[in-house]
């Protein structure tokens, strides 16, 4: 997607996997890393490692999210997370 591509009003999408939105928003509604990683049965490293490609992935389209309430807002802006469900 190119700069030319977006309309107005819209957002650039990070194209997340599956299973990135799913470490995502695991983490946004638990209290921790840890216990996101507990959750979904995964070590620490790796959801590190998810949420530091999430990251990328947001920044490479103009939208950083450098912060856990940043990457809050893009999940809600992008609906992958209902403010119902924190």
Do not use: R
């Given at each position: 997607m190119t700069v030319l591509d977006i309309h107005i009003g819209e957002t650039p999408d990070p194209r997340l996997s599956a299973r990135e939105i799913e470490v995502l928003t695991t983490w946004l509604?638990?209290?921790?890393?840890s216990e996101a990683s507990r959750a979904l049965y995964l070590s620490m490293g790796t959801v590190n490692t998810h949420l530091s490609r999430i990251r990328a992935k947001y920044s490479a389209v103009g939208r950083t999210a450098p912060t856990k309430a940043a990457l809050l807002a893009r999940a809600l802006q992008?609906?992958?997370i209902d403010i119902d469900d924190l």
């Open positions: 509604v638990s209290d921790s890393k992008d609906g992958l």
